[in-house]
């Protein structure tokens, strides 16, 4: 079988190396699905493109990666995240070149996306992003897309000698298949073009919570919050999970939350991973501020409200109960990760 | 400086969304002709992007890009109102059902030949939103490009030369980026609200210009693009039933809560 090329990216343990823009040697767990999907179309080889320690090796080679490349910036000056997506481009232009790759399969987060995107200008195949679904076909592989919010399901072969495919790992499960590794240290030269960006500073955000606008996760309120006090708890959830917060028109006008945060027809339309709507009943205002998000839960006492009607998780309560649950719950499940001793 | 906004006209969802079971023609591309076109939010972002850049600067002409049906003319219109001073619309038969290969070698050529040095675009489009475009035009011009900026500046007199300096989220960091010029910059929803057009404004764009281009005069053979040559061919366009609701959890709050963290867990939500 020819061998599909899978890019892996690395991840960042809590404050470690954060300020290099740098990964402390874990990679992210989008690899394991791209591996489990490049197993149906032939040989995985993982590109990985920072330090990887041991663990990292460990983890990729128990979802099938036989081969693991490791690429390095020839020069040592790149240690940015401009220069990951460069240093990327070049050790997956050349790997697809020399082992004759059968696909290359990124994730579909915006590095993995202008990395797809100049491979396939260079590579002169085909080129899909956002894919949930891969499986082999008769001239290539075939990626599935959703369209329309999720109405449409859109098959597509995916032509060309190399063919690059973004794929949107969230969307489907991992299936572990250990093997031994051999594991490969290459050394690439960065494109002129890529070294002419320089990246000017790196610091930490200074209003901690995002906007709602291009958040990715997004709290929200309505009335069933009930008060202003009430909304610290939006708050504290949404600090909790890295979100914004929202607030419907009722809870705007009544100045529980600040009028840019008003989501719905006539304020913010967003369109986050996650909208966890609390004590929202999800008039067709608010609807048309958010019913593009990517999954949507939702939080209230009457079953029969209509935000239940498009919601993916709905939750029959009170939010002023569920979600200090919800909170302990989070912090109960961080703890266990980090193996650290469970309250 | 020559800027040049890349915009997509696409179809309008507010307008079509009640008729969207006909979305998809024979030929399983969007059935356009079925559809009111309209400039894509996204790229009215790049447009007013363009605006705030020329507002700080003397010596900018604005160029509006547009590859599209002879109806994206409305497309290139309203990107007109919203401030470029001239539109360049490449419209050709053979151009139907291209994929994002054949549109990046269209636009590259289209960049050549209008000449550049700074090319702003929208994030995604809201049609296919394969968010690559930019990326790929850069590869084949050859330049620099930071792709989904949260905030570009590019303001005269800076030491190194010509620089436009790009803003990006990181997660919770920030990042500035120093790029020189020429160089591709696609922009997100939040380096701000585009303005709405002054009546005038949509009058005075009726008088500029738009040059209108084929394929022969970018010198691209037509049976290199277009549905015919697509190295991502569509085999099947099927309606998925909507998931939602997936999952009604009722009961004890602490329980209730536990197994909507677990959720979101195993979804990698949080």
Known sequence: MRPVLVLVEGAERDGGASAAGGADGAVRASAFRLLTLARRLGDPVAVVCHPVAAYGVDALARFGAARICVAEPADPDGKDTAAQSAVALEALTELAWQMDASAVLVPSGRLGREVAARLAVRLGGGIVTGAVDVRPGPDGPVAVQEVCGGTYRVESAVRGGTPVIAVDTGAGEAEPDPVDPVVERMFVSVAESSRRVRRLARRPKADRRPGVAGASVVVAGGRGVGSAEGFTLIEKVADALGGAVGGTHTAADRGWCPQDALIGQTGAVVHPRLYLACGISGSVHHRAGMHHAATIVAIDTDPDAPIFRIADVGVVGDLHDVLPALLAAIARQRAAERGGPTP | ?270
């Open chain 2, 1 to 270: 400086m020559k800027l040049v906004v890349l915009v997509k006209h696409v179809p309008d969802e507010i307008v079509d969304r009640p008729s969207s079971a006909a979305v998809f023609a024979a030929d399983m591309t969007v059935d356009r002709a079925q559809l009111t076109g309209r400039l894509s939010e996204a790229d009215e972002y790049a447009v007013e992007q363009a605006m705030r850049i020329a507002r700080r600067r003397l010596d900018v002409q604005i160029t509006a890009v547009t590859m599209g049906p002879p109806e994206a003319i409305r497309t290139l219109t309203r990107a007109l109102a919203l401030g470029a001073d001239e539109g360049v619309h490449i419209v050709d038969e053979a151009l139907h059902g291209s994929d994002a290969q054949a549109t990046s070698r269209v636009l590259a050529a289209a960049l050549a030949r209008c000449g550049f040095d700074l090319v702003i675009c929208g994030v995604a489009s809201t049609d296919s939103g394969m968010s690559v475009v930019p990326a790929m035009v850069a590869e084949r011009l050859g330049v620099p490009s930071v792709c989904e900026a949260d905030g570009v500046w590019a303001d005269p007199g800076w030491a190194d030369g010509d620089v436009i300096v790009a803003r990006r989220e990181d997660g919770d960091h920030v990042e500035d980026f120093a790029v020189p010029m020429p160089a591709v910059v696609s922009v997100t929803d939040r380096v701000g609200e585009p303005r709405y057009p002054a009546f005038q404004a949509i009058v005075e764009a009726r008088q500029k210009t738009v040059r209108t281009w084929s394929l022969a005069n970018l010198r691209i053979p037509a049976d290199e693009v277009g549905l015919a040559a697509s190295a991502s061919p569509v085999r099947r366009v099927a309606p998925h039933a909507a998931r939602r609701p997936a999952l009604l959890v009722d009961g004890e709050p602490d329980a209730a809560a536990a197994r909507l963290a677990r959720h979101l867990t195993e979804h990698q939500l949080i």
